[in-house]
């Protein structure tokens, strides 16, 4: 799903969890509109930002907290979104090129926007965790590094839109053609406010990039409100004879492009290592902490440099890890029974709340550091081990509902991980800590790794051991309708 482009329209399925792509399309405006519009009204309330009629860069929104904690959660969030928009705007081109006449005018390749489109919304995912400014503390950003994500945006995204536009058609005309053309014209005109001394006050340097983000944004929902309604971002189940017996009577879709619950985990696996290791050696070259022993995950994550990829990994953990628990409640609503459906209801539900919350402070882990705000960092870190604690036993308890007489290997393993994490919660007690004041890097520090590999171990036991291979069967992608489009939203 992630790199992928392959045709996979001969595999059918049935839809457990779906949004339309117009719903994605809204979600997406209104978390970086909304976003903008709240973090500019936090920097005037706090004296920091300019009232109107004059107007600070988006950037300048983004220094001092809360706004720069929203920011960097709306912009990984956001850029998710848009990475699985990515998707549908690769496939709304190759049936646009499919229909298109033969003697139409050849065009780069729809890999080449593809691929573009993507390193667009890569660069602009690390705008919201690398600010604009070192010099101030909420901030420790960096205003060369933030800069140059930005503007990599901004020309990429152009180009893509550029040849969107002139793809070929099978009559030749492109829907919405004048909307695309103004609002990409005015993208365009705006990147004037590069030039040295064009714009010498800031205001005017601030409506032009205003401008420049709402004709992107335009040209984004115009393109994929006209020509991907028929597309349904979800998590199906392929067709398989060995769930055949399952209780899903969604939707039936052709799936086009997809990602298993087996990939995501392992997705989510390799970046918690890159991310983990990474930050401990930049920490350790920059002196902050020895790379021959355990450091505390919290000190590693407020390094300096360091903690840009904290802010980034994590967060974009904590939205992977939320898919997982999602693909994971779609994976086992697959194995209701017509009799357990009802009873297990209630306690699946708790279990996906339970999940997604644990994501959400995982999440905010990231993108609010131990330095900067140590009360709100430490509770994150305390809920997100203890929800993670609940969703196991319930887990447990939901494995123990379903398979009441065999318990196999993976249910012994799984007990015997949760009484491991239960013993490093001590490390919580306020006794323990007093007592463990000194030796708090001999003690302490081991057993919240010992907790973070609990977390992690458990969770690859759920996804990866489950009967009938069903962590491969549930697959979350990009279909379309078997029979007939969504209608308009």
């Not at 004296?47 to 904690?69: D, F, M, N, Q």
């Not at 400014?133 to 901004?154: L, M, Q, R, W």
């Not at 944004?217 to 991907?228: A, D, N, Q, T």
Request: charge should be positive.
């Amino acid at each position: 799903f992630f790199f992928r482009k392959k045709n996979l329209t001969t595999m059918t399925a049935s839809v457990i969890l779906g949004f339309s792509v117009a719903q994605l399309v809204v979600a997406i405006v209104v978390l970086f509109a909304g976003t903008i519009v709240t973090t500019y009204s936090f920097c005037v309330h706090q004296g920091e930002c300019p009232k109107l009629p004059h107007l600070p860069t988006i950037s300048a929104t983004w220094v001092y907290p809360p706004g720069t904690y929203l920011s960097r959660f709306s912009v990984s969030v956001g850029c998710a979104m848009w990475y699985l928009g990515n998707r549908v705007v690769y496939w709304i081109n190759q049936k646009r090129r499919a229909s298109a006449a033969a003697t139409s005018v050849s065009f780069p390749s729809n890999a080449a926007i593809f691929w573009m489109s993507d390193l667009a919304v890569f660069c602009l995912s690390w705008v919201g965790s690398i600010c604009d400014t070192a010099k101030v503390p909420s901030c420790d950003g960096n205003s060369h590094v933030h800069t140059t994500c930005a503007v990599t945006f901004f020309i990429l995204y152009d180009l893509v839109l550029l040849l969107v536009y002139h793809l070929p058609t099978e009559t030749g005309e492109l829907r919405g053609r004048r909307t695309l053309a103004v609002a990409l014209s005015l993208s365009i005109v705006s990147k004037l406010r590069w030039v040295p001394g064009l714009l010498g006050d800031d205001t005017a340097l601030a409506v032009f990039e205003w401008t420049d983000v709402g004709c992107i944004m335009v040209c984004l929902v115009r393109y994929l409100w006209e020509y991907g309604r028929e597309f349904i971002p979800a998590f199906v189940v392929l067709d398989s004879p060995a769930l055949s017996g399952s209780s899903s009577k969604g939707e039936r879709v052709n799936v086009m492009s997809s990602t298993t619950t087996d990939q995501l985990l392992s997705t989510t696996g390799k970046l918690s290592v890159l991310t983990l290791l990474g930050c401990w050696m930049i920490a350790a070259l920059d002196h902050v902490v020895k790379m021959d022993a355990l450091p505390d995950i919290s000190t590693i994550f407020a390094a300096p440099v360091a903690v840009w990829l904290a802010r980034w990994g994590v967060m974009l953990l904590g939205s992977l890890l939320a898919a997982v628990h999602l693909s994971y409640f779609c994976m086992r609503t697959t194995q209701w029974g017509s009799q357990t459906q009802r009873q297990r209801s209630v306690l699946l539900d708790g279990l996906l709340a339970v999940g997604l919350v644990s994501s959400l402070c995982l999440g905010l882990m990231g993108i609010v550091d131990d330095k900067e705000n140590t009360h709100v960092h430490r509770a994150a870190t305390d809920a997100f081990f203890v929800l993670q604690m609940l969703y196991m036993v319930g887990t447990l308890a939901d494995s123990l509902f379903v398979n009441k007489d065999g318990l196999d290997l993976r249910f012994v393993l799984q007990n015997l991980v949760l009484a491991v994490s239960l013993v490093t919660k001590i490390r919580m007690s306020q006794c323990a800590q007093n007592h463990w004041h000194v030796r708090e890097a001999q003690v302490k520090v081991p057993l919240e790794w010992l907790d973070v590999c609990c977390v992690a171990l458990f969770t690859a036991l759920t996804v990866l051991l489950r009967p009938n291979d069903a962590g491969k069967r549930v697959v979350f992608g990009v279909c379309t309708a078997s029979e007939k489009p969504l209608p308009s939203f």
